[in-house]
Structure formats: C-alpha cells, structure tokens
C-alpha cells in the first residue's frame, strides 16, 4: 500500500491530532505546527475516514477548523474506538492469521514445520518456517495459542477459549456491554462485542469522557508497572526523561482529567502526570522499596483533595462557613456531604455549617469552594494568598456580572 | 499484550465475516466492506480481498467459472478471546456493579472459569478522587432485582409498574416504557429513562425505585428520542480567557458535551448544548472558574450567576 492508508503503524502521533480534534475543536491547519502541513493532512483525512459522522467544520477568521463534536451522554458506543482499529499490517500478517486459524482449528497440535508445510500447498507465495514460527510465538503471547515442547520439538495448538462460549448468559451480555462503555479500558469490552457481533444499545453514561480512551496504552503500560512493583521511565515535556515508581492512577470524574501519581526516588517527593500528554512510558526493574513508599504516599493520599500531592508549607486547615436554611435547602447539607470528600462538617449555629478540609493542598479544594459562591459567609486558614485570591475573584465577578450598567 | 494490535482491527474483523461466508459476488463483497469498513477502506481493502490478476491480493478468496468467490479456509474463522480480553473480563468481576448483571449462579459460573486468569489490574489501583461518595448500593438484594426488571423491559419493549419515591420524599406509582439506562460516572448512579402514560417522558433513579411490575404489555417505543424535549432551547455561551490555563480546563472538563469553539487570541467562546434538568448543576460547575470564565448567554443562566455572586458580594463585604 505505496502512499496514503487509512491503517498507521504508530499510536502515539494519531492520538495528539485526534485529541486536538475533539478536545480543542478550534485549532486550524496552521496550528498543527509540530509536523508539516502533509502529515497534518494525512492524519486529517484518517480521522475523516474512520470518524466522518462525528467531524464538524466551521469556517473562523483564522482558518477552517475542524472538530469532533460528540454529546457524549447520547451516545451508546465511543466513536473514538475506531482509532484503535487501525493497525496496520503485512500481506503476510493477515494471510497467516486465517490460514493458521483455519488448518488449527482441527484441535490438533502442530509444528511450526507441519504448519509451514501445509500453508505452502495453500499459499501462491509460502513464508518461510521462521515467519511462520515468529507468527505462532506472537500468537501465544496474545493468548490466542498455547506450546509445549515435546522432546526438540515445540507443538503448537489453538486456544479453546471461544467468545461464544464465555458469553453464554444475556448476564454476561449484558455486563461486556455496559462495560464496554466504561473507563478503564471499555475499548476491551467493544472488541469483544464486535468480535461477536453485539453491540450496545441501552446504556448510556453521563459524565462521560470518552477522550480518556486514548490514554488506554499509557494506563495499560502504567498499571502493569503498578501491578508488576517495577519503575516507569517517562518523558516530560522539556524532552527529558525521569524515572519513577508508579502508585496509582487518579481519576477525577468531574475534571475529566487522569493522573498518574508515582514517588521520585531522586527528588524524594511525589509527583502526578496528566495522562493525557504522557507519551506511553518504559517498564523498568522491580523497584527496591515499594512498601516504605506505598505508606508514605497512603498517608499522604488519605490528605489529598484531588490528585495533588503536593505538601504546601504552612498551610492551615482550609475552614468554609456556609449558609443554608435548614428547613428548605436540604439539599445543601445533603451536597456538602457527599462531595466533602477528606473533610469534617458541622452545623455551627442556625442555618450555618462548618466544613473543615485538613487537606494538604488546600489551594486545590478552591475550585469546588468556588461552586458555592452565594453561601459562603466566611473562609478561613488555609494561605493567606488563597484568601486573598478568593474575593478577589468575588470582586472581578461582581464587576463582570453585577456592574454592566 | 497490546491493545493496539492487528488482530482487533476493523480489516481483519471485515476479513473474518467474509470468511464466513461459503459463497459470494464481487458486489456483496464490497457492500460488507462499505458497511463494516472506514469511509476510505473500499479503496484499500476490496483490491486485496477480491482476486487480482496480478496476484496482488491476499490470497483468501477464489474466483469460479461463474464469478462466485468462495473462502480458500474450510472452516469458519474461531473467535477466540485473547489474553488481554480474559484478563480484562477477569478485572471486571472486582467491580461491584457486576452483580447487577448475574445473578449468584452465574456469577460463580464466571468465578470458576476465570479461576487462572490474573485480573487486567486490581481495583484499588485506580482511584477516583472525587466520585459523590452517596453511589447506589449495587450489591442490595431489592437493587439488584429492580435493576434486572428494568432492564429486562428495556430489552423486550415492556411496559412495567414502578414504585418510586420522589426527591421530595413523595411515593408516586404508574405506567411506564423504560427506553434506556443511563449510568453517571461522577454520581455513581443509574437512572433510567422513561415514556409515562401520564407524565410523558421521565427520568427516575434506579436507587428511589421501591418495585417494578411486569405488566406484560409490549408496546414499540416511538421513533423519536425521549430526550429531545430535556434539551435547551438555546445554547449556552462562554468566553474563557487563557488566564490561570482556564481554557484548556474547560474545554477538558466539558469534553463531554456537544459544543462549538472559537479562538480570539487569549480567550476561546465556547457555544455549548445542554439538557435542561442539568441548569443549577451547570451553573455552580461555570460559577467555579471564577472570573476566568463569563456567561454570555442564554441571558436567564447569566442572570442567576449574577444574583449569585452579588449575595456572595454582599456576604463578604456586609452589604
């Protein structure tokens, strides 16, 4: 396939335009400045073949943008899965593929020379018994196939694990489908419906950031160093690299941001990377103190209102004194509650409650505090410059809103 | 162990339904890769699937004397599931939200099966950090039965009996088509749409359902989406400047809603399409941007912002 394919080879780059698409929406050809102007035409006309239905143009003073337009509450299947079905491959590849399944499909085991043996009857043009050995070994490492070797010989035999057979209950069904849709690598679940030719049509989910499906490598990379207790060399944004130990991946569902928390050995601090930018980082050795680390940072986590991690100097604990009538807003107390989070709520007199968040990066919890703008009657601790930042930005609004004429 | 990898993809799934089939025309060939397919992959594809003269396709059809194509493969393609697959299903049996779906016997039936399979990733290695912590209780005996009786009607196009009690404490009792579950990640809850006989389209949280009956009327919901009437009549507005990164916040924050954006320099307007049950919940989500981000319609949304921050104004300074 000489010039233009709709199939890529590389993940990494198509995930940064797809993203700008859909998350920016603004952006015009000349924005896309870290390639040239072809390669942004080529990944332009990508996403147009496999997201055609969901790309919106608008014609602005700076250029014609385009943009994936989705109301992801609507939707009952992520449109930005089609990405992932993009790799390319090798005459060879797909040739293998069908024809090893088809002649393993008998339930025997085989040789990789057996195998080569009878594909050369099939095939005009026959790989050699290596390609066809490099093919099996992939396969078994993709589960697709198991080994054993008898004697010198490897045998080979295809997996029993039919998709069909796993899903043998509308239960099952039922839970591939609705978890096909959510985070944590809902993707999965959509290749096996595809695979079986189902498809999800009566769950839908609010509060969906279907973007986060590009990240699915990156997580995958991270959470298997996670699990395996080994080190991730990552890339910043300066071009460098940093190694460090994962901890956990922080998901905020009101933000749509994901975070990768992890302890840096060489700082001796923790730090968090957004996933969304995080090339897909390097699986290093297994690192030498894990549970020194995991106790620090679980005490540090349980203070954490977010994703920072970050202990401010000084801080004190971050006091909101609100106002709300106790018999007819209800629902305040109610929202306080359950949003507190790591914070201590208590009805400090008539209609008044105290929320206290000893937090360890109280500037963090500002943006919630802010969703109550018309009830607080005080704030308290937390750093002088998150006060004073707070009616600041009372003033500015006050101005923006409350002083047009 | 990839998820970016060939044998998931859109060519090989194409490749694999064709396959199946014993007997084929050129023309189907190419009606199930314009179906299947990207928009551009009759280009790509249907020269290596139909045979070439020069040999330049893969090889995986023959052609008869009467122009049938037919399968050099004997048997159907295997769906066999990958490690990736079983490990994530595997994972999936940590979440509580399972027993929604099987019930005690089938839930041990999965257990066994996946007896040697590691998990994709243990629970507790994400964390959500600010999921309301009053989630549905998935694991309730009465929950789970209410659920599978909702969904069950949602599959079969079954009008059923649901007892609620309302936000305001009220038990309220009818008729009703339930056309689909929606699940909100930030919540943690279900609620599930409906067509009433009386009260047209409704919204009701699975958690305040206190019983479902079967009626078993079936009734074919109508064309129509349910939720059309839910939206707003008018787009919101905004313009968010680039001071403190709020532009590229917002625009990660709302990513999930259908919106319009244009850039001016340091601020970007964001036109933006609501449902209109969401309104306060909008509202105190913009109010967080503080003076980084300004309502410029609809002029009603603007206006309580404003009766907001004026009472917040008036707290701080004694007014």
């Not at chain 2, 199930?32 to 551009?40: L, Q, S, Y």
């Not at chain 2, 994530?88 to 939200?97: A, G, H, T, V």
Request: aromatic content about 10%.
């Amino acid at each position: 396939m000489a010039g233009f394919s709709e199939l890529i080879k590389n993940f990494e780059k198509t995930r940064d335009y797809v993203r700008d698409f859909f998350i920016y929406g603004y952006k015009v050809r000349n924005d896309f400045d870290k390639k040239s102007a072809r390669t942004y035409d080529d990944e332009k006309r990508r996403v147009e073949s496999w997201l055609g239905n969901c790309l919106v143009y608008d014609d602005s003073v700076r250029g014609k943008q385009v943009a994936i337009s989705v109301d992801s509450g609507r939707i009952a299947e992520n449109p930005l899965y089609q990405a992932f079905y993009t790799r390319s491959f090798t005459d060879n590849d797909i040739r293998l593929h069908f024809l090893l399944l088809d002649i393993m499909s008998d339930g025997e085991e085989h040789t990789s020379r057996e195998l080569s043996d009878i594909l050369g009857e099939v095939l005009r043009v026959c790989p050699d018994e290596q390609t066809v050995r490099l093919k099996l070994r992939e396969y078994v490492d993709e589960g697709i196939m198991y080994c054993e070797k008898h004697g010198r010989s490897v045998y080979y035999w295809l997996s029993g694990d039919s998709a069909e057979e796993w899903l043998d209950s509308d239960g099952i069904c039922d839970a591939v489908k609705f978890f096909s849709e959510t985070q944590e690598f809902g993707l999965i679940g959509n290749s096996i419906l595809k695979m079986t030719g189902m498809k999800n049509e009566h769950f839908f989910f609010k509060h969906n950031y279907i973007v986060h499906t590009l990240e699915d490598e990156v997580l995958l990379t991270s959470l298997e160093a996670i699990n395996e207790g080994r080190t991730l060399a990552v890339k910043l944004k300066n071009g460098k690299s940093k190694t460090v130990f994962p901890l956990q991946v922080l998901s905020s569902v009101q933000t749509g941001r994901r975070f990768l928390a992890a302890y840096s050995p060489v700082e001796d601090r923790f730090l968090t990377f957004t996933l969304d930018y995080l090339p897909l980082p390097k699986v290093g050795g297994i690192f030498d103190r894990p549970d020194d680390i995991a106790e620090r940072y679980a005490k540090l986590s349980a203070r954490s209102f977010g994703v920072s991690l970050a202990e401010v100097k000084n801080a004190e604990p971050l006091v909101m004194v609100i106002h709300a009538d106790e018999e007819k807003e209800n629902y305040i107390i109610e929202r306080l509650k359950r949003e507190k989070r790591c914070g201590k709520l208590e009805k400090t007199g008539e209609n008044e409650f105290t929320l206290t968040l000893d937090i360890c990066d109280p500037k963090e919890a500002m943006k919630w505090v802010k969703t109550f703008i018309g009830r607080i009657k005080r704030l308290e601790g937390g750093t002088e410059d998150i006060r004073s930042r707070f009616n600041e930005d009372v003033e500015r609004m006050y101005r923006m809103y409350c002083q047009e004429d | 162990m990839k998820i970016f990898n060939e044998v998931y993809g859109t060519y090989y799934r194409i490749v694999s339904q064709i396959l199946t089939e014993h007997a084929m025309t050129d023309k189907e060939v190419r009606e199930i890769v314009a179906r299947e397919g990207f928009r551009d992959s009759g280009l790509f594809l249907t020269k290596k699937l139909l045979p070439q003269t020069d040999s330049s396709d893969w090889g995986l059809l023959t052609q008869d004397k009467a122009g049938i194509l037919h399968p050099v493969t004997v048997s159907e393609p295997p769906h066999i599931l990958t490690a990736l697959q079983k490990r994530w299903l595997r994972s999936k049996l940590d979440d509580p939200r399972i027993c929604l779906f099987l019930d005690d016997a089938e839930l041990a039936a999965l257990c066994r099966r996946v007896a040697d399979v590691p998990p994709l990733y243990r629970t507790n290695a994400v964390r959500y950090v600010d999921r309301y912590c009053d989630g549905d209780p998935f694991s309730d005996p009465d929950y789970r039965r209410n659920f599978r009786r909702v969904l069950a009607a949602v599959k079969e196009h079954r009008v059923i009996e649901i007892e609620f009690k309302s936000r305001y404490g009220k038990m309220i009792a009818g008729r009703y088509l339930p056309r689909r579950i929606e699940y909100s990640q930030r919540d943690d809850k279900f609620r599930v749409f409906c067509t009433g006989r009386k009260r047209g389209a409704t919204v009701i949280n699975l958690a305040r359902i206190c019983s479902v009956h079967d009626t078993r009327i079936h009734e074919e919901p109508s064309e129509e989406p349910d939720t059309e009437n839910l939206r707003c009549s008018e787009p919101l507005v905004v313009s968010v400047s680039s001071e403190r990164g709020a532009d590229e916040r917002f625009l990660m924050e709302f990513a999930a809603y259908e919106k319009r954006t244009e850039r001016e320099k340091d601020r970007v307007t964001v036109r933006l399409w609501y449902d209109k049950n969401d309104e306060t919940d909008l509202l105190i989500r913009l109010l967080s941007y503080g003076p980084v981000l300004e309502i410029l319609a609809p002029q009603d949304l603007r206006q309580k912002a404003a009766e907001r921050i004026r009472r917040q104004y008036e707290l701080l300074n004694g007014g």
